[in-house]
């Protein structure tokens, strides 16, 4: 499984590479201890992050967790991108549910870039098809359906058509089936596999990643939950935190002291590269630990109490912001009510 796992990864590197930029992170080491195997920037898309794995069932839980943190702090979609799960292959055109992250194969993800975007998804464990609501009323109407008479065509409630116009649920393949020889394909909704989760996926939640570990890290954490910054903690990607507070997003290393120096310099350079690509702050929060002071190149580190002074700016920066913005709606609101009562008068 370790050698069809390399082999895998390599050939999806290289194909994803022909149609889009890609960074490939290397830290840790060993590829199935690892949670994000590359960052992906496609033209007029943001960047998202990728698992790269043979078989779905190699990413362990405490990966997707990390996996899925890291997507919703840091604002991106984050997918992992398998050939088989669970030994059976995956299907071209559908997206996963694979724990509350999106799981794909490399056609489905290569066909997204060119804007063919899959219909099916999965939802516990069946098919199901994202539907244009709008346009599934418009065509109904065209053929001069009503919902009752639309029901007893396709074989469903009256209520389950009005629910699909809505949006409100998603008919399962076979009825998907039986509405696009009724209405057409143009009613059949593609599933940006670059966009959010939670449009397709029930499972799928903000996720705090792994428990904080070393006295310094959860000491870290106490400090953003009081600054009430959203976080996660992560073990097996190139960072030990990433945090957001509106606009600001950042990756954080806190060397935890029992890192050899070769080891902690690769984990801060996957950090900053990543940083980098997905446009987002980085720091390395430390005391003047032995390992530190061998990466004669960084000259960057901060302690705890600077960087948290530094976070208390931002999140002062931000909560003025919030109220700027909250003033201006009330002002709205305001002169919204006094237009509409000189027009009553």
């Known amino acids: 499984m370790y050698e069809a796992s390399k082999e895998f ?37 943001e960047a998202v992050l990728l698992k790269l794995a043979y078989d779905a069932e190699l990413v362990g839980k405490d990966e997707r967790e990390e996996l899925k943190g890291l997507s919703f702090n840091l604002k991106l979609n984050a997918l992992i991108v398998a050939e088989r799960r669970d030994g059976a292959k995956l299907v071209e055109g559908v997206v996963y549910d694979y724990g509350g992250s999106k799981l794909v194969s490399v056609d489905t993800l ?9 219909a099916i998804y999965e939802e516990k464990d069946e098919f199901k ?27 469903v409630s009256r209520k389950a058509i009005y629910d699909y116009e809505h949006e409100a649920i998603r008919p399962t393949l076979d009825v998907a089936e039986r509405l696009v020889r009724e209405l057409g394909e143009d009613i059949v909704a593609g599933i940006d596999v670059f966009g959010p989760s939670d449009d397709v996926m029930a499972t799928s939640t903000p996720s705090l990643g792994t428990k904080p570990e070393s006295p310094k890290e959860m000491l870290l954490a106490r400090k953003l939950e009081e600054l009430d910054m959203d976080f996660c903690h992560t073990r097996k990607a190139p960072l030990d935190f990433c945090l ?33 690509f997905i446009g987002s702050r980085s720091f390395v929060v430390t005391d003047d630990s032995p390992s530190i002071r061998e990466l ?4 960057n580190a901060l302690t705890i109490e600077e960087f948290e002074s530094i976070l208390g700016e931002i999140v002062a920066a931000a909560t003025e912001e919030d109220n700027r913005d909250n ?6 609101e305001d002169n919204t009510g006094a237009d509409n009562s000189q027009k009553r008068q």
């Open 244 to 276: 957001s507070r509106g606009e600001f997003k950042a990756l954080v290393t806190v060397p935890h002291g029992s890192e050899k120096p070769r080891e902690l310099s690769n984990k801060i350079h996957n950090m900053l590269r990543m940083a980098e």
């Open 110 to 118: 290569l066909n997204s870039v060119e804007g063919n975007y899959p």
């Open 9 to 45: 990864v390599s050939k999806a590197l290289s194909l994803l590479s022909e149609v889009g930029d890609v960074i490939e992170l290397n830290y840790p080491r060993d590829q199935l201890r690892r949670t994000v195997d590359l960052a992906l920037k496609v033209k007029n898309r």
């Open 296 to 299: 004669s190149w960084l000259d």
């Open 129 to 155: 098809v994202k539907i244009n609501g709008e346009a599934m009323r418009s065509r109904r109407t065209l053929k001069g359906h009503s919902l009752g008479s639309l029901a007893r065509a396709i074989k």
């Open 327 to 332: 003033r201006k709606a009330r002002n709205r």
